[in-house]
């Protein structure tokens, strides 16, 4: 079974097993690379955007849980779930291994409506990346 | 099969099929039924909350493949897709009918990060509600 469908049935089926992997579309335009994810519920403060190794593009925000908690009514004793779908209670967490041709040090992340959108030019002229060593680095892309 | 875990499964498994429905929460607190769905990347303008008959609480949003190809890109010749997991180009729809002490007349809407709160007061004293007749009233609840 691939990487991908085993994930994908741990997350429908076992919605509370450790991190969520956020739903995310990648596309290569001739200019960049564009990753866009789902994080509805989290503000721009909340998602960590690094890059690790100088090649690994990966996107962290912590548990969500307590957020709900401060918007009231979390007297839990005298609440009664009649549905719960969204996976807002878990950690979210993903990574990309960014290509060859990819300028990781010019990322750029923006977030509107719950959509984050990070965007990683291309090198000019076919320049490979320089790798930034073992040591992760840890930073946000924000304007 | 149940109507959930079917429409689950067609939502997992063929993501292009129809509309897509929000991941929702729905919770009930001594003083209100309040729901939550997941609608990232949709702006308020482009949600529209109804109540269908006074009893039914419908959330329905537009195709967003529309917005989608408004922001740049698009020329599909020269686009390459790495990885398309968001259910972005899909319209979304779902419906909950409100139980017997909803004040459906008194509903409220508000989004924010691509949330979408829905609150429907209980009445008080144990009123029932007063049907809207057949006629679908169709309103958008935003404060």
Redesign the interface.
Known sequence: MSLTLSR?LLD?FFPDAGEARP?????????A??F????????KEQVAVELVDGRVLRVRAGNKQDAAAKDG?EEED???????????SRALETQFRLPEDAAADEVRAAMA???LTVTVPKRKGGKKRQHGGNKPVCCRFWP
């Open positions: 994908m429908r739903p995310t579309d990648w596309k290569e335009t001739p200019e690379h564009v866009r994810m789902d994080v509805p519920g989290l503000a009514h005298a609440v009664r779930w009649h549905c719960r779908e969204r996976v807002g409506d719950g959509v």
